[in-house]
């Protein structure tokens, strides 16, 4: 009940600051921008594009959170009720969750004319956005600052998408497979783009359960030490 209470407060809280009219914008550039490109070019292309933006919004969108929430002082009085780290994790990961996949089912549904494997394309959007939101949210526990977070950010993006060179094909380098990304792209390029082997599949469910276990450790452990401890000084 406590998870279900805040995750429709975050739900408010980012339709209040205006998240989702922001996102939408975005999402009907990108859908405008699909149109655009031959039917048989769309499916590889939305494969990038969901991968990089959808599916991975809430890694930017989580530290925006935080901040809004550092910054009114929420934080202070939201760790005195009887709600534990781990549920308010949970809700931020749901609540951004649910941007992340409703936004890449409407950009497929009106953009890809082709078969799509919409249980794998499901499965690979909320893993990578779970994954890649627990990221944002152990990032922004350290940072102090809009343009920290701002240099943090972009630097961890490029290091990021570097295996969508692999994507591409400019190159098959199995040391992509060491990023949390590649599992990503796997699964969401290949539920556009005719499917994925059973040996990709099993290695990406492997990945994300590595990454999420780490992405999760990481954000409880550094939430903990850089905000709830600091709160309490206070």
Do not use: C
């Not at 921008?33 to 292309?45: E, K, V, Y």
């Not at 998408?161 to 400019?170: D, E, H, R, S």
């Amino acid at each position: 009940m406590r998870i279900l209470t805040a995750f429709k407060q975050d739900l408010k809280f980012q339709f209040r600051h205006k998240f989702y009219h922001a996102y939408l914008i975005v999402s009907i550039i990108y859908i405008a921008l699909l149109l655009s490109l031959p039917g048989d070019l769309r499916p590889f292309i939305a494969g990038i594009i969901i991968f990089s933006d959808p599916a991975m919004v809430g890694f930017f969108f989580i530290s925006a959170i935080i901040l809004l929430e550092k910054g009114d002082r929420i934080l202070e009085s939201l760790f005195i009720t009887p709600l534990k780290l781990e549920e308010y994790i949970i809700a931020k990961l749901t609540s951004l969750g649910v941007l992340s996949l409703v936004t890449s089912l409407i950009i497929v549904l009106i953009t890809i004319e082709t078969r799509v494997n919409y249980l794998l394309l499901i499965i690979g959007v909320i893993l990578t956005a779970a994954t890649f939101t627990l990221f944002g949210l152990a990032i922004t526990a350290w940072i102090k600052t809009v343009n920290q977070f701002l240099i943090v950010s972009t630097l961890f993006s490029m290091i990021a998408v570097l295996p969508v060179i692999g994507y591409l094909g400019l190159t098959d380098s199995w040391i992509f497979y060491l990023w949390p990304s590649q599992p990503a792209l796997l699964m969401i390029g290949g539920a556009l783009n005719g499917g994925i082997s059973s040996y990709h599949l099993i290695y990406s469910l492997i990945a994300f359960g590595i990454w999420l276990y780490l992405g999760l450790n990481w954000s409880r452990s550094w939430f903990y030490k850089y905000i709830i401890l600091k709160i309490g000084d206070k």
